[in-house]
């Protein structure tokens, strides 16, 4: 039951988004780049969009899955945010709002491939996450 409560609170403090992130966006443009990118790549989220198994929202859906990873990758205390808090959120928003349980090993490789991402923006490393 406690680990239940301390995955919310992890998956909380992911999705936390304060002002600084917000006005910070024009900055981060290519971080969302990278990061739209690697999920137009990800096969399973490409057929989960295509079939509209979030709904015909799943476009919108499948943009605010990136809006979501941005927040939780650039929000000032992301340096403790580990691979798994990434897969826990990659996996409760394609559960919640494309109604898919991915288990191909494919959630943990994007949110490897996620936390390169943000580590190569981080050490200034843009061509990276616009190439890639």
């Not at 349980?101 to 943000?118: H, K």
Request: hydrophobic share 35%.
């Amino acid at each position: 039951m406690m680990e239940g409560f301390i995955n919310a609170n992890k998956d909380e403090a992911c999705l936390a988004t304060n002002n600084r992130n917000v006005k910070a966006k024009l900055s981060l443009s290519p971080l969302q780049e990278g990061i739209s990118k690697l999920l137009s790549q990800w096969p399973g989220l490409q057929m989960a969009i295509q079939n509209e198994w979030g709904g015909q929202d799943s476009p919108q859906k499948s943009k605010q899955l990136s809006f979501d990873i941005l927040s939780c990758l650039s929000q000032s205390n992301a340096e403790t945010i580990g691979v798994e808090d990434v897969e826990n959120l990659l996996y409760e928003r394609l559960l919640l709002s494309f109604n898919t349980d991915i288990d191909d090993g494919s959630i943990e490789e994007v949110a490897e491939q996620l936390m390169t991402l943000r580590e190569e923006y981080v050490h200034g490393n843009h061509l990276y996450t616009t190439t890639k």
